[in-house]
């Protein structure tokens, strides 16, 4: 969905590396997720925001961070990146009038050597 | 951990078949989703139905629930080469809703 845009795209990094993802969104929807997905597992919450000055854990946030900068990005941060995080992250958005309906970005794959 | 499990992990079909495919839940919810994955793309969002629903429809999709069985299934009648792609369920819990949990998903694959 092109109202949902995630940068980079792709990105390849070594161990120990500081790594942001970014998410950006023109739906105007209140609430933004982020989701990481391994091969046969789905995909599991990491962090999530249902406003700007509200930031929740998921089942997985270890060893991640968000900041919600504005009402339209989300970003995540691996502060030390470890190969056991090499996945693909997905962002998506909602509103929080509808119903529970969610919108996702392309994806970023991260590759952590 | 996996709010649902998804059943079965992979489905081949010819093209004009139907495709059926099932998701079981543990806790009680306040609606069950069904999204749909294009390879190593974003989901989108193809049906939601309520807990108070049993069946919904949309074009060639019929999505079913029984909250009894803590169950869900997904047809999509006369499938298509383009609607080979992974099929996920999620249900909002309706402890907490604005979350998502998601199966792990059934992989289709329609031949032409």
């Known amino acids: 969905d092109a109202d949902v845009t995630q940068t980079p795209r792709n990105r390849i990094t070594k161990t120990g590396k500081r790594i942001m993802l970014e998410c950006s969104q023109t739906k105007g929807h209140d609430r933004m997720y982020w989701y990481r997905q391994d091969p046969g597992l789905g995909l599991r919450l990491i962090y999530y925001?249902?406003?700007?000055?509200?930031?929740n854990k998921g089942e997985i946030s270890d060893g991640y961070s968000v900041s919600r900068q504005a009402q339209a990005k989300f970003s995540l941060s691996l502060e030390s990146a470890i190969p056991n995080q090499t996945a693909l992250y997905f962002c998506a958005t909602s509103d929080l009038r509808s119903t529970d309906t969610q919108y996702f970005g392309p994806g970023t794959r991260l590759t952590v050597l | 951990s996996q709010q649902g499990e998804e059943d079965p992990q992979a489905l081949s079909i010819q093209e004009g078949e139907n495709a059926t495919m099932n998701c079981s839940y543990k806790t009680s919810i306040n609606n069950l989703q069904w999204y749909r994955q294009n390879s190593g793309r974003g989901l989108v969002h193809l049906i939601l139905i309520r807990s108070n629903e049993r069946e919904k429809h949309s074009g060639r999709l019929r999505v079913t629930l029984d909250t009894s069985k803590k169950s869900s299934s997904l047809l999509i009648t006369a499938s298509r080469a383009a609607d080979t792609a992974s099929y996920f369920c999620a249900t909002v819990r309706s402890s907490n809703t604005g979350k998502l949990i998601f199966g792990q998903g059934t992989t289709l694959q329609v031949k032409p």
């Open positions: 925001s249902f406003d700007v000055k509200d930031i």
